[in-house]
């Protein structure tokens, strides 16, 4: 009798739905090129895990997608959209770089710490929120910004902060 367990792989792992998902990216490629669905593909396991990302759950899309685990892992550790610990149901994506802030995000970070009760990085204690740092979203224009979800907010006040915040609590 043997001892040896085999692996989970992606058809154990990931959902029908979102292998479904994950086959959209997929056929954008060549065919000899599926792993260039990775960053689609772990967006789509994020999101149906609630918004982060287990190494058993890297591990089956490199399963998915015939490629090493180690090159997903590089994928999700070098982009800051990808979390590999539970967020809160709301990501709160302050940029912070130059153009944001120069025109006021420091006092938008020291607003929203002060407002959720936590620092960057931190989760609030009812896993409502979390806050985090990232670097240029790419609305230089509409600075300070921060991005939740797949929303961008722009020209932030402490005001507009307090506004979103509490259409975010009555959902």
Same mark, same amino acid.
């Given at each position: 009798? !043997?001892?040896?367990?085999?692996?989970?792989?992606?058809?154990?792992?990931? !959902?029908?739905?979102?292998?479904?998902? %994950?086959?959209?990216? %997929?056929?954008?490629?060549?065919?000899?090129?599926?792993?260039?669905?990775?960053?689609?593909?772990?967006? %789509?396991?994020?999101?149906?895990?609630?918004?982060?990302?287990?190494?058993?759950?890297?591990?089956?899309?490199?399963?998915?997608?015939?490629?090493?685990?180690? !090159?997903?892992?590089?994928?999700?550790?070098?982009? !800051?959209?990808?979390?590999?610990?539970?967020?809160?149901?709301?990501?709160?994506?302050?940029?912070?770089?130059?153009?944001?802030?120069?025109?006021?995000?420091?006092? %938008?970070?020291?607003?929203?710490?002060?407002?959720?009760?936590?620092?960057?990085?931190?989760?609030?204690?009812?896993?409502?929120?979390?806050?985090?740092?990232?670097?240029?979203?790419?609305?230089?224009?509409?600075?300070?910004?921060?991005?939740?979800?797949?929303?961008?907010?722009?020209?932030?006040?402490?005001?507009?902060?307090?506004?979103?915040?509490?259409?975010?609590?009555?959902?």
């Amino acid at each position: 009798m !043997s001892t040896h367990t085999s692996k989970p792989n992606a058809a154990t792992i990931l !959902s029908e739905e979102s292998r479904l998902k %994950i086959d959209t990216w %997929i056929v954008k490629y060549p065919t000899d090129q599926k792993q260039s669905a990775v960053m689609g593909a772990l967006t %789509i396991v994020q999101k149906a895990n609630g918004g982060w990302l287990t190494t058993e759950l890297m591990d089956a899309v490199a399963d998915y997608l015939d490629m090493p685990p180690i !090159s997903v892992y590089e994928v999700a550790t070098f982009y !800051s959209m990808y979390e590999l610990e539970p967020v809160g149901e709301h990501k709160l994506c302050v940029c912070t770089n130059v153009s944001c802030m120069l025109r006021g995000s420091e006092e %938008i970070v020291d607003h929203l710490n002060k407002k959720l009760g936590v620092n960057l990085g931190e989760t609030t204690d009812d896993n409502k929120f979390t806050l985090k740092e990232v670097e240029c979203l790419g609305a230089c224009g509409g600075a300070p910004m921060m991005q939740i979800e797949d929303e961008y907010h722009e020209n932030l006040t402490p005001e507009k902060v307090d506004n979103i915040l509490e259409k975010l609590e009555n959902q």
